[in-house]
């Protein structure tokens, strides 16, 4: 079975521009939960969509948004991207219904903005 | 809030020897899970370890064993015959065990390194 897939898996944008990041969830997982990692705040929850709805949501402002679509492949957006967003994006695919719910992560996006 | 706290920045252990990770947590919940999660430099982050809080037995996988203390919020992993393989950030996460949700809580990491 293939792993959680992310792409791309590096990008420098320019700040004020927007970014949109890609999750392909191992298949059959319904959930997928996006986090952030930078060395100073460790590991951040974003969002995390189940079934194309968002099902929680992390302490983050609205510039980060997210969706997910029916075959559960899931992107996230970040808009008037700010030096403070360089970090590394993961995602993670989970299957509720086990009783632990455990995540796989992606390899991650890195993202750097200049 | 939860809150996962892991004391160790950094620890090192030599080859063939054994280490603990430390993780305390804080919540008000009586069921919920912990894991150990491993991440290797420029490497996916995976899973070493899980507990179910419900459980008295601590969980064992291979080489890798942990010490759930439910009444001191701690949760520590101890890892024997260390490798060089086992050099990574090791992270502790609670998750509640409410079904409504995966907001998995992170601690902020040990660096392990493991020395020839």
């Known amino acids: 079975k293939a792993g959680v897939t992310q792409t791309p898996r590096y990008l420098i944008k320019t700040r004020g521009q927007q970014v949109t990041l890609s999750c392909s969830p191992i298949s059959g997982h319904r959930s997928v939960s996006w986090y952030q990692q930078t060395p100073g705040q460790g590991l951040q929850f974003l969002f995390e969509y189940f079934s194309e709805t968002q099902r929680n949501k992390g302490n983050f402002p609205g510039r980060f948004s997210g969706r997910q679509f029916s075959n559960s492949r899931s992107e996230m957006n970040v808009s008037t991207l700010e030096l403070g967003d360089s970090a590394l994006y993961l995602c993670a695919s989970s299957t509720p219904g086990t009783s632990f719910d455990e995540q796989y992560f992606g390899p991650g996006t890195r993202l750097t903005v200049t | 809030a939860q809150t996962v706290t892991q004391s160790q920045p950094e620890m090192s252990v030599q080859e063939a020897e054994t280490v603990t990770l430390s993780c305390t947590y804080d919540?008000?919940?009586?069921?919920?899970?912990l894991f150990w999660y491993k991440q290797p430099p420029s490497r996916q982050m995976i899973l070493v370890i899980r507990q179910e809080a419900y459980k008295q037995q601590n969980a064992t996988e291979n080489r890798f064993s942990v010490n759930f203390q439910k009444a001191a919020k701690s949760f520590s992993l101890k890892i024997s015959d260390s490798q060089l393989g086992d050099a990574a950030m090791y992270f502790c996460?609670?998750?509640?065990?409410?079904?409504?949700?995966?907001?998995?809580?992170f601690g902020p990491g040990t660096r392990l390194s493991v020395l020839p």
């Open positions: 919540t008000s919940e009586s069921d919920y899970y």
């Open positions: 996460a609670y998750r509640s065990a409410d079904n409504y949700g995966q907001n998995f809580v």
